[in-house]
């Protein structure tokens, strides 16, 4: 049974995704004041938080199991904590934005190579970060604005076989479309995945509330 506190932390939650997703529309004229207010309600009281997203392939190993996974997705509206129409935030409070990803953070993306696909990888860095390579050809580089660099959990794959930032480089963090905060590998091995310590901490009270693990392995594919 789902405590008051989780409850009202859950509804923040989503009152703040709500209020992102529709003023992004709002911004892109999208929408009128009318239908920003609407859409702010109907999302608060009918929408979720998260979706199901089927993974399938040995890159996340062991976090996610070769033979495939039943993904519980959080929705991530704005990636980038510098995107979001709150105004008047300083830096550091911007960091620690409800929907920013943090270095640690399993993320589904749009494949760079593929339009109408998605990945499933970890979060390795973000802008600011100073890459460098075990190969000594390679010139190191510092992640520009807005770009993060994912990696493929298994250690033991190439980075061809991975496919990877390793193979196709930065990528914006624009493309983040949720983290993965749970995985069902089959009916009786699933868990929440490890993210970094801040994002498991703000998606505790969304995993209380929607995740179904009977529904996941309903709609599980292995």
């Not at 519980?72 to 409800?98: C, H, M, W």
């Not at 624009?174 to 983290?179: E, L, Q, W």
Request: a negative charge; one cysteine or more; aromatic letters at 10%.
């Amino acid at each position: 049974m789902v405590s008051l506190p989780t409850w009202f932390r859950y509804i923040v939650h989503k009152l703040e995704y709500s209020a992102t997703i529709s003023w992004k529309n709002y911004q892109g004229g999208q929408i009128t004041d009318r239908e920003l207010r609407d859409a702010v309600w109907k999302n608060l009281f009918q929408g979720k938080l998260t979706y199901l997203h089927w993974n399938k392939g040995q890159e996340m190993a062991p976090s996610i199991g070769a033979q495939g996974g039943t993904l519980l997705v959080r929705k991530i509206p704005a990636a980038d904590p510098s995107a979001v129409f709150f105004q008047g935030y300083t830096k550091i409070e911007l960091d620690a934005y409800e929907y920013a990803c943090f270095v640690g953070d399993v993320v589904v993306l749009k494949d760079p190579e593929k339009a109408d696909n998605y990945l499933v990888r970890r979060l390795a860095a973000i802008e600011g970060y100073e890459m460098l390579s075990t190969d000594e050809k390679d010139e190191p580089f510092v992640l520009e604005k807005d770009e993060c660099w994912v990696l493929a959990d298994n250690e033991s794959l190439k980075p061809k076989e991975a496919n990877d930032s390793r193979k196709f480089g930065p990528v914006s963090m624009t493309d983040i479309v949720g983290r993965v905060i749970y995985c069902l590998r089959t009916a009786v091995d699933h868990g929440p995945v490890q993210n970094s310590h801040s994002s498991m901490r703000k998606d505790t009270p969304v995993l209380q509330v929607e995740l179904d693990v009977d529904e996941m392995a309903k709609n599980h594919k292995a």
